[in-house]
């Protein structure tokens, strides 16, 4: 049986026709681009662009870790970032006159910055071209590792200072899974480095909204995940998103279960009653998924 007949009801959702959505794809192939829309073929994605959104992946399409759950292409990116993408990213948003830009982008951690400056530098080409557009970050944790602390620097903080010194109406950073399940899932980043980047940029920018999400479907209970929601509310986080994890392909980490519609309504509530000021639960809800709407 094909996986996608596989699938609960409730996850199977026609693409549609949007005649945005062949807009959207010819400029990002033109302008050799990268989306998480597209490289992730989300299911949202006639929704998200005819509202005027898209998920940009920055720093090119290989990233230097790799997580059990991510589409991305792993491995060695090349030696050094493009310097014209950021101008060919803010080329598309204009010609697709986008609302509400969300950018990402792969973990550079051969990067001296850790990728920071592909945010600033982005967001700078972009506001040129569209001064009253909203931009928000999604980050990896900017972690340096082993080297930043023989070096004796928090440069994890320094390049989050960077990043929202350039004022992106939200900061987002996905703790993406339960406490227990982060080694198997996430390479590289982990469950206190990311609760740490989430408080210390609600400290250092309190008038910027932080958000994170959870996948769910990987093995995870309703106590564990209701524990992270409870880590995040701790750290400040103000905005929460729950969807359900899918298997990009065979080598990826299996489902191990389908949460229902209801289980992340019931999800929601919990959220909404721990003091999330905004919250998105669904099957097919993406870290991104109505960003645009706050
Ligand atoms: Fe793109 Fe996010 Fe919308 Fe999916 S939910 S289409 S990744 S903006
Ligand atoms: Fe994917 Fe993990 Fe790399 Fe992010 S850090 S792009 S989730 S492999």
Not at 42 to 51: Q, V
Not at 95 to 118: F, I, P, W
Not at 226 to 255: D, F, K, N, W
Not at 259 to 278: N, V, Y
Request: glycine share 8%; aromatic share 6%.
């Amino acid at each position: 049986i094909p996986p996608q007949q596989r699938l609960p009801s409730w996850l199977r959702r026609p693409i549609g026709a949007a005649t945005q959505l062949e807009a959207v794809q010819a400029v990002v192939k033109q302008q050799r681009l990268h989306t998480i829309c597209e490289e992730g073929r989300c299911p949202n994605r006639a929704e998200c662009y005819a509202a005027g959104t898209a998920t940009f992946l920055l720093g090119g399409p290989i990233c230097t870790r790799s997580c059990a759950f991510c589409q991305v292409e792993k491995g060695l990116p090349p030696a050094a970032a493009d310097p014209l993408e950021a101008e060919r990213v803010a080329g598309a948003v204009e010609k697709l006159q986008l609302k509400y830009v969300v950018l990402t982008a792969v973990a550079r951690d051969d990067m001296e910055d850790h990728g920071a400056s592909l945010f600033t530098n982005t967001m700078a080409a972009i506001r040129k071209r569209l001064p009253q557009i909203a931009i928000e970050v999604l980050t990896p944790d900017f972690w340096g590792g082993q080297r930043d602390l023989e070096a004796g620097l928090s440069s994890q903080r320094l390049r989050l200072r960077q990043v929202l010194s350039a004022n992106p109406v939200c900061f987002n950073h996905n703790l993406e899974t339960v406490q227990r399940l982060q080694g198997e899932v996430r390479r590289g980043a982990t469950w206190c480095h990311s609760l740490g980047l989430l408080a210390a940029a609600h400290e250092i920018a309190p008038n910027i909204p932080t958000k994170s999400g959870l996948m769910l479907g990987l093995g995870e209970s309703k106590a564990e995940v209701v524990a992270a929601m409870e880590a995040l509310r701790q750290a400040q986080c103000q905005r929460l998103t729950l969807g359900q994890y899918l298997r990009p392909s065979l080598a990826h980490i299996p489902v191990a279960r389908y949460w229902t519609p209801a289980e992340f309504t019931e999800l929601a509530a919990i959220a909404t009653g721990l003091g999330f000021a905004q919250v998105r639960s669904g099957p097919l809800v993406r870290s991104s998924y109505h960003a645009e709407k706050n």
